[in-house]
Nanobody
Framework: QVQLVESGGGLVQAGGSLRLSCVAHRISFSLYTMGWYRQAPGKQREFVASIYDNGNTNYADSGKGRFTIAKDNAKNTVYLQMNRLKPEDTAVYYC?????????WGQGTQVTISS
């Protein structure tokens, strides 16, 4: 079955950077819209960024100018580069793969930003 495996989370100080990775297994990766979402404690899951099959990208206002989403079709991998991190970026970050044939989620990776 489809599997999305995130990595790259961790604990960093405010102002620092992290790069999240998500490797997708058993999907036609290049056809999918790949996205990142996050869920902070006590809050609903929210959109962070997405990248379409044609490479176009979309960002939530909270990450514009600080986050960059990119993908490598040869590696079935989507990345989220996060710079100038803030304590309010603390959340579990989830990878998402979406296409007409399905909507799939990874298990999440914890990102914690200390002030």
């Amino acid at each position: 079955q489809v599997q999305l495996v995130e990595s790259g989370g961790g604990l960093v100080q405010a102002g620092g950077s992290l790069r999240l990775s998500c490797v997708a297994h058993r999907i036609s990766f290049s056809l999918y819209t790949m996205g990142w979402y996050r869920q902070a404690p006590g809050k609903q899951r929210e959109f962070v960024a997405s990248i379409y099959d044609n490479g176009n990208t979309n960002y939530a206002d909270s990450g514009k100018g600080r986050f960059t989403i990119a993908k490598d079709n040869a590696k079935n991998t989507v990345y989220l580069q996060m710079n100038r991190l803030k304590p309010e970026d603390t959340a579990v970050y989830y990878c998402n793969a979406k296409w007409v044939s399905g909507d799939f989620w990874g298990q999440g990776t914890q990102v914690t930003i200390s002030s």
